[in-house]
């Protein structure tokens, strides 16, 4: 299947764990393109429409995935616009606007959206956790803000090889991995 995105970071945490589950006929191929995104409170809606799209491009089976960051005191605010927010006040806009902010919690959602053609399949992981009071470790993304449940630490500051045993991703692609194989590689 091609994994369709524009973020590289997103397919290298995905590649690992599907090429060590070592069956043949199970790969993973980047493509890397910028896809239209509609406007919906749902990340499962904007995932739909953006694996149709992404089908219509490579006509082939097709993989993509959409993230949101769902802050409690923020009313689950950024949400679905979590990439918009990303790009223009960052990580230090995200902690300014919690600054007198006692709650901190966040969840961290990932939807994976496979389309094969006919049928379009959704798998959902998430990660409980908090923003930090400062930006964390070297990463991407929202990683050196992010701090999951149990720990101290922001992902970034834990580590790749830690967030990807741990992280929504990780949860979601879990799901995905079980259905495909169970469905799709008889
Ligand atoms: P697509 O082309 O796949 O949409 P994107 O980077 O725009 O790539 P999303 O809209 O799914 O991705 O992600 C929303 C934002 O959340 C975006 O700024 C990402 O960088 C960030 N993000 C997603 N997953 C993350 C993770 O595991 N750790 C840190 N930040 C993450």
Known sequence: MYFVSSNENKYKEIVDFI??????NFTIKF????????QSDSLEKVSEHKALKAFERVRYLTLIEDDG?????LNGFP???????????????????LSDEKNRKAVFRSVFAFHDGKNIQIFVGEKCGSISHSPEGEGWGYDPIFIPEGFENTFAHLGYEFKNKISHRRIALEKLCTWFLANKQK
Do not use: H
Request: proline share 3%; hydrophobic share 40%.
């Open 79 to 97: 949400g679905v616009y979590s990439s918009y927010i990303f790009k223009t006040i960052g990580n230090s806009g995200i902690i300014k606007l």
């Open 69 to 73: 960051l769902f802050i409690d005191a």
């Open 19 to 24: 090429q060590a589950l070592d069956r043949p």
């Open 31 to 38: 493509k890397q393109l910028e896809l239209e995104e509609i």
